[in-house]
DNA sequence: GTCTATAATTGGATAGAC
DNA sequence: GTCTATCCAATTATAGAC
């Protein structure tokens, strides 16, 4: 696996009949959203009736729930940036961009992500769940790495909460919410460029001056 | 109105019964959502008949079709950075990063964003509209702003479309997705906050070497 | 535990009177 | 154009057999 794959855990294959319907929600869910996807239609998908659905999860918003807190748990799961080289800096900022956005821009996260803002309406605590469990994670580990590169003399940073949060936004950029949006899927190339433009003015920013 | 007001114009009062419905539509889609908003409670709302309002609009899709071109027009209607002094960069990128976080948090556009987002899957078009009308606006306007103020002497740009970009990244922030999770709605100081944290990244970053 | 069949409700859409 | 009343499809949820 080279160093900049999102590097997303699989999800365990489903073993008993709970998490292959489980498997069967998150699939129907992400697909189609919480209003579109039927029961009947998640049933199908697991090859088992609508009972046998309602004798594992009380109600559809149960199941919901079940199937967000799940994926949440596997968004930042695999992303760390513990390893990194802290003395180059930048080739380490350029590894965790690019993990980052990828991670950010996969097709699960997306949609998951899409699902969870068109719904928070309805279901406020799992919006809590999903920070918890993906963002806030992901700042946490960057606002390691910057606490450790700054200790090498590389990095000139006061605030590091706040430097790492604006390392986030910068990578996330407008890539982020085009894809959101639906509005084109970037290709390996225009990805690498965006956390490439995102490390350099992080950079300029916080950079030791010589 | 202080400088660093919203500025998002008021809706027109509705006139006539389908600017009646239309606007009955669009509250309670925003409060909703599409799936959960349903025709009955919109023709209550409008104080008309469900029979009336197919009078007007043919589906709920079309109905909702027409909610979002409708406020989309309205987002970044009330947006401008023509009239700032390119002299004072620091003052006037002040100006627009609050502006553009108040537009952006105030819970008409936070409400639409959400649901477009939510919808992506069902209704690609919306969003096309709906970034046309906002986020590509504002980018055009802060980028002509950058390239003013570049040439006074007080910027060094070398791409002004990806520094506009990433001007708007920086002011979004966390903030903006957390606003979208529903989790907590931040009070003026943290905005203005946020704002100024914003810009002075952004001139650490791009502000000219004396 | 799992299925088939069905109850109960909701909600999009329309017919027909005025 | 607007209303009341209603149709019909879809969907959540459950009863009862095995």
Known sequence: MSAID???PAAAAPTGKAETILAAAQRT???SGFGAASMDAIAR????????VYAYFASKEELFGAVVARESERYAEGFSAGELDS???EASLAIIANRFL?????????????????EVTRFPALAEV?????????????EGFLRRAAETGALDIA?????????ASLVRGEIHQRTLFGLGTPDAATLSAAAGNAVA???????AKL
């Open 6 to 8: 999102a590097n997303i």
């Open 29 to 31: 869910f992400l697909a």
């Open 45 to 52: 998908e697991a090859g088992a009736s609508k009972a046998t």
């Open 87 to 89: 003395a180059d800096v």
């Open 102 to 118: 990828r991670l950010l821009l996969s097709p699960d996260v997306i949609a998951i992500n899409r699902i969870i803002v068109g």
């Open 130 to 142: 999903f920070w918890q469990a993906g963002p806030e994670r992901i700042r946490v580990q960057v």
């Open 159 to 167: 605030d590091f909460r706040l430097a790492a949060g604006q390392f």
């Open 201 to 207: 003015t992080f950079l300029k920013a916080f950079g």
